[in-house]
């Protein structure tokens, strides 16, 4: 067998937690063959081949399992069907699989999709069509798990529509995979290629329009100064401000935040008990908002740095309001927030009550409604920085990025596997430039089942180099996932003192905003070239499947520090936000629609079953015309460059006309359970307006004997060749410099970030340092004790930049 999963090896499980129970879904009237060919051969193991298996059929599976395969006379025609048996399970999976080879694998074409179908009975809840795919280049891969199949004592059809084949592919092999202890016995398979009856794309707008989308300015400002946007579960937007970056409004006790309702262009600003700026924030899978510390102090020249609280709150969207939860255990400014696959939620980094950096992981307990106690979560003991990029992986593991916030990354390679339950952290190689992708931006990319991130740019806020184009790949499906260099970010144009020119060189952007698109695209967006200052504009497309930027029009507003952009349920892509280092706001907010919203009229969702969703289950909407695809895509909560909660979740379509059943994944580590956005999309890739649907385990309990699927997880990045790091000595934090934010506080209010490196092309002169301050608006600037680190008070005044400062000596 070629595919890593085809091997018989034992793997230890890593997942963080368990599930509740999966309810079965339901079951599926047959696809609607495009065409009468069969593209199976042996469809129905008539034929006898080697190795006690039908011909074009072989053996697969991996894991710590007992199993046999062999025909069995109970068939549903003919005289023969396959019978793959577990009798003991510790992990893996074994499956029956049509041959790979060039005389038994279909032949498929790229860009189409094939409906597939079997007969089956099984005496367990754990079995899911399994499809792998042939690149030309890399060989055979796994490809995703198309539906799990309910229980069945009798036989029972099922049938599903494949993904769009990817690029690059001619082949395909598919079966059904047992992964439970019991049977699965199938017959009868069939494989038909989908009529291509799409006409081709219309365009209802300019050329220009539908070639490059289109923004727009509104004409209601947002009437705070947010740096925190989450898309909540009724459709608005929770902006969150705290005091704002604003020294005044926090020493006046004035913390704000705000909902938006896109429906009619409206704000309403929300009390908020405490200075959430900087915080943390993740959806709960109810659709409240978990918000965790924020701001307990600004910075004092020559004294401390910013402080984190250990307060923590709940939004909840239904009465727009804040309650407090008990309180972390150590302060985290800047903190990450991953939510786990069981409902928890996880977070690392930040800085504590007294300036240092936090090494506490917290960890919220969704069952006990509470942040767990130091001795009840495990610690590394170990400083991940600000903001650190921690992505969930389909065992439950998590993956850091490499992008962060402020300066320098981690040492070492600058990204790594975490096991929680190992208490594990494994070097990943490869990211490019590491210390330089701070305000990066990381995304899982479309759909989450392909496990592929990409990174985005980035810069560094104490050396203020210009920020980078680099991108980087990782296949986290891969045994043992390295970082590869990706098509470098497209340039934008940039002001630094002579008018917008276009950028040269590497030159790229960090502030980078991603967010992913109902077409399966990613629209990266946004940034600037220094910190804090130098607005890049640049939007682009990066499409998966051919890894390549597209570029389009771009933001008409300056979108750096304190920037985001994020997916409205409408399709739309709103941005807000700007905080440069003279310390004004951007409260404009922008509206990206995209060049799917310029191709014709959009398919509809006329009816939705059922919004309470579990997994492993099938869930029928009704559409008003053919679709392509469907996925859930979670919500945006994003801040910094940073969502890592961000997801787009395929959901295999099983087409009867207008009748549509979407199979929802059985793993909870793919598509965590909370509020999603459901989209439907037809072949020109224009989307549906989103349906909202909770999905969520069953209470009934998992294990043997159940009706309800486990989680099917795979055998992916288990030979992590990195070094290994297990908890170091406990400590009560991590030293970092008071300069953290690159901003010296020596000069102006602490709105203000005068930068502790000027960006290379300014000199190194008072009067060049002056005249990059004059051109970038920072106004007069008072010193802050008796010193001038930077050299801006050469008369010693107290007043930085002043005449005499600049006289020649």
Partial sequence: MTDKHRTTRRRRRTALAGVGALTAGLLLTAPQPAQAANLITNAGFETDGTDGMPYCWEKSGWGDNDYTFGTTSDAHSGGKAMK?????????????????????????????????????????????????????????????????????????????????????????????????????????????????????????????QCANGSWSVLPTQNPVRSMHSVVLNNGKVLLIAGSGNSEENFNAGTFTSAVYDPANGTYKVIPTPKDMFCAGHVQLQDGRVLVMSGNKAYPVAGGHGYEGFKDSYVFDPKTETYSRTNDLNDGHWYPSATELGNGDVISFGGLREDSTGSVTTEYWSDAQQRWLSLGEVNQTWSYWGLYPSMILMQDGRLFYSGSHVFGNNIPGTGSAVYDYHANTVTSVSGLQNKDERDQSASVLLPPAQDQRVLTLGGGNIDSNPDANRLTDLIDLKAPNPVHTAGPPLPQGTVDLGNGPQPETGNQGKMYVSAVLLPDGKVLE???????????VRESSIYDPNTSTFDPVTADPQARG?????????????????????????????????????????????????????????????????????????????????????????????????????????????????????????????????????????????????????????????????????????????????????????????????????????????????????????????????????????????????????????
């Avoid at 967006?525 to 607005?535: K, M, Q, S, V």
Wanted: glycine residues 10%; charged residues 20%; positive net charge.
């Fill in 525 to 535: 967006t946004g940034g600037a070239l220094h910190n804090r200052a130098d607005p």
């Fill in 84 to 208: 793959v048996t577990l009798t003991r399970r510790v992990d893996g999976d074994r499956k029956a699989l049509i041959t790979e080879s060039t005389s038994c694998a279909p032949v498929v074409t790229p860009g189409r999709q094939y409906d597939l179908g079997l007969w089956y009975k099984t005496t367990t809840p754990d079995a899911a069509i399994t499809l792998f795919r042939h690149d030309t280049t890399a060989g055979w891969q796994y490809w995703t798990d198309l539906k799990t199949l309910d229980l069945s004592a009798g036989w029972a059809q099922a049938g599903v529509r494949t993904p769009a084949v990817p690029a690059g592919t001619d082949r395909i092999t598919w079966g059904v995979s047992v992964y439970g202890t019991g049977s699965a016995t199938t017959d009868d398979y069939t494989m038909d290629q989908v009529a291509d009856t799409v006409p081709p794309a219309g365009c209802s707008g300019t050329t220009d």
């Fill in 561 to 809: 520090y304190h920037s985001s952009a994020f997916l409205l349920p409408d399709g739309r892509v709103m941005a807000t936000g700007d905080n440069p280092g003279n310390g004004t706001w951007n409260h404009n907010v922008s509206i990206y629609s995209p060049p799917y919203l310029f191709k014709g009229t959009r398919p509809s969702i006329t009816s939705l079953i059922d919004t309470e969703w579990t997994y492993g289950t099938t869930q029928r909407i009704t559409v008003d015309r053919p679709i392509a695809k469907a996925e859930l895509i979670r919500p945006a909560a994003v801040t910094h460059s940073s969502d890592p909660n961000q997801r787009y979740v395929d959901l295999p379509l099983s087409v009867d006309g207008n009748n549509v059943d979407l199979n929802v994944t059985s793993n909870p580590d793919l598509a965590p359970p909370g509020w999603y956005m459901l989209f439907a999309v037809d072949a020109n890739g224009v989307p549906s307006v989103a349906k909202w649907v909770h999905l969520h385990g069953s209470t009934a309990g998992t294990g043997t004997g159940t009706t309800t699927a486990d989680p099917h997880h795979h055998a992916f990045a288990d030979r992590l060749k990195g070094k290994i790091a297990k908890a170091g000595k406990k400590k009560s934090s991590q030293k970092v410099s008071t300069y953290i934010s690159g901003c010296d506080r020596h000069y102006g209010s602490v709105n203000v970030c005068v930068p502790t490196a000027f960006p290379p092309q300014v000199g190194k002169t008072t009067p060049a340092r002056c005249a990059w301050l004059k051109k970038n608006d920072y106004g007069r600037l008072k010193v802050n004790g008796k010193d001038d680190p930077l050299g801006l008070d050469r008369n010693g005044d107290g007043i930085a930049c002043g005449r005499s400062d600049l006289r020649k000596s």
